[in-house]
């Protein structure tokens, strides 16, 4: 594959396209420009919920985004939802109650697209404070259709938690994680940044064998093994969770140390 191009670049964010610090890096932002003016389409597929990608759209500008872990595609130019596979409000009460009967411990939150809901007792990491999100009773949480259900434990270690949870949700939904912390996250039966990448990429005419990914978590597995089969390159960053090492194609440099930009750089 030494004369191998890709047709699109897809790239996850937290771990991967963006340093330790949240940012990119100037020569990351370069490179991709140049593939870009070569008429290359980037594509971030990530597990944040579309609120989170105002700044990332300050840097790249335009592009479509697979958020929520291919639930929602996001037109980044006009900030607006594109598609979203959403999990209907009958399944989140039935994963809820029984993953509270199987762990009390466990507590919910979910992403509405722009909108955040979480119970009082849950502890989000991040935007505590930011316009959108806000708390409420469980009965509340799960009343209206949900791009992603948000599981967390505060006692568990992660990959005991997600097993749990896999195991509970079964074929209700799909269960994946992107934290170190005991979190699972849950989307529509069938949904990964696979589903997501795939009808991306199908916009543009293309297959996995035109697209380089790249990731480091759990969550990016799928979009990995439907990269790698098609004939593209699944990258994973040197820091990547082991299965995402043994699902990859290649392995980059850190995110701290621009990998994707190496990488692409060297093709």
């Known amino acids: 594959m030494s004369d191998w191009r890709p047709r699109l670049i897809a790239s996850d964010m937290d771990g991967t396209l963006l340093r330790s610090d949240d940012t990119v890096s100037d020569a990351t932002v370069v490179e991709l420009e140049r593939w870009r003016a070569s008429g290359v389409p980037v594509v971030l597929a990530t597990g944040r919920p579309p609120r989170w990608m105002r700044r990332i759209r300050e840097v790249l500008g335009s592009g479509t985004a697979v958020c929520c872990n291919g639930a929602v595609l996001l037109d980044l130019e006009r900030f607006e ?21 199987e762990q009390p411990g466990t507590w919910f939150a979910v992403e509405y697209g722009l909108e955040f809901r979480h119970e009082p007792v849950y502890q989000p990491r991040w935007d505590v404070d930011a316009p959108g999100v806000a708390e409420a009773p469980l009965e ?3 009343a209206a ?19 749990l949870v896999q195991q ?11 934290s170190s912390d005991a979190l699972a996250e849950i ?4 949904v990964t940044k696979a589903t997501g990448l795939a009808r991306v990429a199908a916009t543009h005419g293309l ?10 978590m759990p969550n990016d597995v799928a979009a990995f093994d439907w ?8 990258v994973a960053m040197a820091q990547a969770h082991p299965e995402v090492l043994a699902a990859a194609t290649d392995v980059t440099g850190t995110n701290d140390d621009d990998g994707v930009a190496a990488f692409l750089a060297s093709l």
């Open 140 to 142: 509340e949480i799960v």
């Open 207 to 216: 297959g996995p064998e035109d697209v380089v990914f790249f990731g480091d």
């Open 227 to 234: 990269v790698r089969e098609g004939g593209g390159r699944a």
């Open 168 to 178: 509970v949700v079964g074929d209700l939904a799909t269960v994946t994680t992107s």
């Open 81 to 101: 939802v594109v598609e979203e596979d959403a999990l209907p409000p009958d399944v989140l009460r039935s994963i809820t109650a029984g993953l509270r009967r």
């Open 187 to 190: 989307s529509a039966p069938g």
């Open 145 to 163: 259709p949900a791009a992603k259900l948000l599981a967390r434990h505060e006692d568990m270690d992660r990959d005991s938690f997600v097993a």
